[in-house]
């Protein structure tokens, strides 16, 4: 949640705490029952903060006890992404979150980031445990930057220190917010599906992997160049198809802010 202190001029995050109480036991409570949130800090910042994310760090994780990053992004009056990590330990002394904010990169190397998120497992070959996918470019002709570049890009996050952003595929006058990783040409390596946002439509796309690391990831349309999806928001599902329970459909379904639709897609088999 952000928030803008009118006499101070600032922005921040704000946490609020939310004391969930559930049936156990067999007790029961009644339903006039109210769920309060408090309050827990005010972070103030001096940049004005577009998302959030809590990113789970599978170097320290475990089922039983998971460790937490939160990351936030923003592109006024700068481009930048911001990371606390050990969020879980980090709220019980909220006072000290500011001191462990760190920038992980800026304007210069990443403009407009719009989305951040964990790259999978086994991605790519020789993957480092814990890398950043970044999804970024402006996404609308009202956007102060809408001459800029757009790109996804991978950060390894396992180093200490100097998180490089590599991007993966760049395009200029587009934008990027979100992306799924799923083998799309069934050649045994994860690709990438994202949407490329422009002032006036969306295009779902698929990023292929390269066979090496040097190679070129190259994009193949998944809708039509001609018909616009309507956003740059969109969900991926696994479901079995009918009478064949061996084999699987993979679904996307893209949310048409521009043209009031919900879009399904399907691959099924081999998608060049």
């Given at each position: 949640m952000t928030l803008f202190n009118e006499r101070q001029r600032y922005i921040g995050l704000m946490l609020v705490f939310v004391n969930m109480l559930s049936p156990i036991l067999g007790q029961h409570f009644p339903s006039t029952v109210q769920y309060k949130a408090k309050k827990l800090y005010e972070m103030q910042l001096d940049l004005e903060p577009t998302s959030v994310k809590i990113l789970r760090d599978p170097r320290y994780s475990s089922e039983v006890t998971p460790v937490f990053d939160l990351a936030f992004m923003a592109f006024q009056?700068?481009?930048?992404?911001?990371?606390?990590?050990?969020?879980t330990v980090r709220v019980n002394e909220p006072q000290e979150m500011a001191d462990y904010a760190r920038t992980i990169t800026g304007e210069i190397h990443i403009p407009v980031p719009n989305n951040v998120g964990v790259l999978p497992p086994n991605t790519l070959d020789r993957q480092p445990p814990y890398v950043w996918w970044v999804a970024a470019g402006a996404l609308g002709p009202s956007s102060a930057f809408a001459s800029s570049t757009g790109a996804i890009y991978l950060i390894?996050?396992?180093?200490?220190?100097?998180?490089?952003?590599v991007p993966i595929y760049r395009e200029n006058n587009v934008g990027f917010s979100h992306v799924e990783w799923i083998d799309m040409d069934l050649d045994g390596k994860k690709d990438c599906v994202t949407i490329k946002g422009q002032?006036?439509?969306g295009q779902l796309i698929w990023l292929r992997q390269p066979i090496t690391d040097s190679g070129t990831w190259q994009a193949f349309p998944i809708s039509n160049v001609t018909v616009d999806v309507g956003g740059t928001d969109f969900k991926m599902m696994r479901v079995?198809?009918?009478?064949?329970?061996n084999k699987e459909r993979v679904?996307?379904?893209v949310a048409g802010l521009r043209t009031a639709t919900?879009?399904?897609?399907w691959v099924d088999g081999m998608f060049i």
């Open positions: 009056p700068r481009s930048e992404i911001r990371k606390i990590s050990d969020l390894d996050k396992s180093k200490p220190t100097e998180w490089k952003p002032s006036n439509r079995k198809v009918p009478r064949r329970p679904l996307f379904i919900l879009t399904a897609y």
